[in-house]
């Protein structure tokens, strides 16, 4: 099916489902995909199989430089964004001038749309990293994926690109406490011959179960909305979602839905 790229380092405003106006920060290739995860379902597409030569990232001076740019011209339109959104084409946190480009936008936040949010969607696999944990525990919205709590089923789901430990990323998760806003992507389907879907009623219980270790400050779940590179993946309904939501409500925790 359709996927597509980011194709600038920042890109919108655009109106999110879940964050308001964003403004888009792609710290990835506006060429290709580089991520720690290939899920099935990333808008993205899947992660390149060989690379002819090495992932070029924007340098740090040209993140800022170009931020700088668009909100000054955001401001003198009186268009400031409700928050500035770190997403893009892979997972933001691999850059290795993370830490110090979240120190940037900042600043330029502070100068130019103070009242602006800052967000990172994360698959939470570099949160082992000190610097990524404290850059993460500056931000407004340290939006986190665990798409499921059984490790088969993020193996399925999520794909990771070498080691990764269900269990230990749970618990880093829990560092954040509060300051984590969990993401959960509901879906069911078959891909390579082998049914998926993490609404089944052991899936939830291992998820709630893990909530409660977390016990993150919101969760937010959501559906498929655009085309997806594996075939075969289903939507789940809103009323669906609205009961695994109160669900989340009824172990303690503010969800919020987008279906």
């Known amino acids: 099916m359709a996927t ?4 600038e380092i920042i890109f919108g405003p655009v109106k999110s ?4 106006v964003s403004l888009g920060v792609n710290l990835l290739p506006t060429d290709s995909k580089v991520c720690s995860f290939d899920c099935i379902y990333c808008e993205c597409g899947w992660n390149p199989k060989k690379r002819e030569k090495k992932a070029e990232l924007p340098a740090r001076e040209t993140v800022a430089g170009n931020l700088r740019n668009k909100l000054k011209a955001m401001q003198e339109n009186g268009q400031l964004p409700d928050v500035i959104t770190f997403a893009g084409n892979g997972e933001p946190t691999l850059h290795p001038q993370f830490a110090e480009i979240i120190d940037d936008t ?3 936040r502070d100068e130019f749309a ?5 967000a990172v969607l994360s698959n939470a696999t570099m949160i082992h990293r000190e610097r990524i944990f404290q850059a993460l525990l500056k931000i407004e919205d340290n ?3 665990l798409d499921s709590a059984i490790e088969d089923t993020v193996q399925l789901l999520d794909c990771p690109v070498g080691r990764f430990n269900l269990q230990e990323t749970i618990e880093q998760l829990k560092r954040f ?3 984590a806003i969990i993401q959960t992507l509901f879906v ?11 609404t ?3 899936e939830l219980a291992a998820w709630l179960e893990a909530l409660k270790t977390i016990q993150p400050g919101q969760v937010m779940i959501y559906t498929i909305e655009r085309d997806t590179p594996a075939e075969g993946l289903q939507k789940i309904g809103l009323e669906e979602l609205n009961a695994i939501a109160a669900r989340v409500r009824l172990a303690g925790f503010a969800v919020q839905v987008s279906g």
């Not at 597509?4 to 194709?7: K, N, T, V």
């Not at 489902?17 to 308001?20: I, K, V």
């Not at 389907?189 to 049914?195: A, D, L, P, S």
Request: glycine residues 8%; hydrophobic residues 35%.
């Open 4 to 7: 597509f790229l980011f194709d």
């Open 17 to 20: 489902r879940r964050l308001g």
């Open 106 to 108: 900042i600043a330029l």
């Open 114 to 118: 103070p009242d602006c949010r800052i």
């Open 143 to 145: 939006i986190l994926k």
């Open 177 to 179: 406490g509060k300051r």
């Open 188 to 198: 069911r389907g078959i891909h390579k011959e082998q049914v998926i879907d993490n």
């Open 200 to 202: 089944t009623e052991e």
